[in-house]
């Protein structure tokens, strides 16, 4: 997602680099590039129009920071603006009523709601515990409901059956109450595609929505249509309350205009993109993280700041210097830097701030991210010898086992932490080639 828009977004910078201050003609030069790369990204023209006219007045009168230049402080602006856009926060899943908790997903033919249901069930079971009944009130299409039924079985979801002589109401009002007899935590309801011109089908879904009041009404949408997924949003969010969106083939779409329209035209959040046809391949949608991969950087430009202001410059200049010399990153660096990032913040928001991060894993992520994390990490760190810490290729199984024993962790957890510190290491290599902390640092200027 994102690729042209990231790119005309880079150009744009570029372009201002050099400039001493914004005045009304660059601002007017580069929001012009802007509102381009948005309309060429498929966003909604209405949503352009606002957009840029926000970022315009957000830059007028701005005072550029001593250690801004105007190339930046337009992308930290842009980059407010798209967060804003798309929600500020994540909005998680809501679970929290009375069990069974209803999902119920709506869409078009072919938007991916099956799948999509199966992804749900999958996520919730991992995350959660809770147990899961799926269900197919897809009466027109009985290879749906199968198809339901062998995903099931995949992500270890109870399947309710269903069948073509029953009424879509009906099979979903059983299936809640299947799932009260037998005390299941969430019901997931998978729906036939409709289109919301068709009254009779649109007058069926809220009979459905009516029979089994879901917690969450979720509308499934290909991110590939564009304007046309944010346009059926739309139509669907005043037949249905919607709670929120999935976009889904966010895979596939080099453009990603609707995940920045859909927000703003329709009210509903997204609250996740699909990402694969595997039955992992579903996000949660952060728009802060969205919007930094927009810039295609990561948020450089706060994390200048915040090290500028937070980080003891002298031990930053050490780590840069011995980047520099090519000496290798250990554990002492890896510690050090876990005691800057807890003064800043802690590690997931300096994660989201770094360039190439988007590579890491989402698990490791979400486990780097996880504050509670940062103690046990630094304790297994602790329990290293000194001569571990500076040559971490030692560390075998038997010292694993003393270190967690000493640690009180498990051999696992030591085990991710040696991955993590694995995939540090290696972005820190990319950084100390030569110029690489500079490039990184000057990439925005
Ligand atoms: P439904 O008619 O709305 O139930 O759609 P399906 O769940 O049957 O999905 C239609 C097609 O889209 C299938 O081939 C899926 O594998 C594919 N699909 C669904 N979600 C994604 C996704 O996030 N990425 C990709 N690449 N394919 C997807």
């Known amino acids: 997602m994102f690729n042209s828009l990231t790119e005309r977004l880079e150009a744009t910078v570029r372009r201002l680099r050099g400039q001493a201050f914004l005045n009304d003609e660059n601002i007017a030069d580069a929001l012009r590039e802007v509102r381009m790369a948005l309309l060429e990204a498929d966003v909604a023209l209405p949503v352009v129009r606002g957009f840029i006219e926000q970022v315009r007045q957000d830059a007028i009168g701005r005072e550029i920071g001593k250690s801004l230049n105007p190339g930046q402080l337009l992308v930290k602006l842009v980059h407010d603006r798209l967060i804003s856009l798309m929600g500020s926060e994540n909005a998680a899943l809501n679970l929290a009523g009375a069990p069974p908790v209803v999902i119920l997903l709506a869409g078009l033919q072919g938007s991916g709601k099956t799948t999509t249901s199966a992804k749900l069930a999958r996520l919730i079971r991992e995350q ?5 009944l799926l269900v197919s009130a897809d009466v027109y299409r009985p290879a749906a409901i199968e198809q339901l039924r062998v995903l099931a079985g995949q992500v270890g979801a109870q399947f309710q059956p269903s069948d073509i002589s029953q009424k879509p109401v009906d099979i979903a009002a059983e299936a809640v109450a299947e799932a009260r007899r037998r005390a299941l935590d ?3 309801v998978d729906t036939a595609g409709r289109l919301h011109i ?11 929505h009516a029979a089994v009041k879901p917690l969450e009404t979720l509308f ?13 949003a739309k139509a669907f969010h005043e037949a249905l309350p919607l709670t929120g969106v999935i976009l889904t083939k966010t895979d596939g779409d080099a453009r990603g205009g609707a995940a920045l329209s859909i927000r703003e035209v329709t009210g509903a959040p997204i609250k996740f993109l699909g990402v694969g046809e595997k039955t992992g391949a579903l996000e949660a949608f952060h728009p802060e993280r969205v919007a930094s991969r927009i810039l295609g950087m990561g948020d450089v ?5 915040d090290v500028q202001r937070n980080v003891d410059q002298a031990q930053a200049a050490r780590l840069e210097d011995k980047l520099r010399r090519g000496k290798g990153f250990d554990f002492n660096d890896f510690r050090d830097q876990l005691k800057m990032v807890q003064g800043m913040g802690g590690l997931g928001s300096l994660l989201d701030k770094l360039p190439g991060m988007s590579g890491i894993n989402a698990q490791a992520r979400e486990q780097l991210a996880d504050g509670r994390q940062l103690g046990r990490v630094e304790a297994i760190i602790n329990s290293m010898t000194a001569k571990e810490r500076r040559f971490p290729d030692l560390i075998n199984g038997s ?3 003393r270190i967690a024993a000493g640690s009180g962790v498990q051999i696992q957890d030591v085990n991710r932490l040696l991955k993590q510190f694995e995939q540090s290491q290696k972005m820190m290599k990319k950084l100390g080639r030569p110029g690489g902390m500079k490039k990184m640092m000057r990439g925005m200027g």
């Open 301 to 305: 430009l706060s994390l200048v700041e």
């Open 220 to 232: 499934v949408v290909d991110s590939m249509t564009g304007q046309d997924a944010v346009n059926t």
């Open 128 to 132: 959660t515990k809770k147990s899961v």
């Open 399 to 401: 010292r694993k086992r």
């Open 186 to 188: 969430v019901v997931i």
């Open 198 to 208: 068709d009254a009779d089908m649109m007058a069926e879904i809220r009979a459905i």
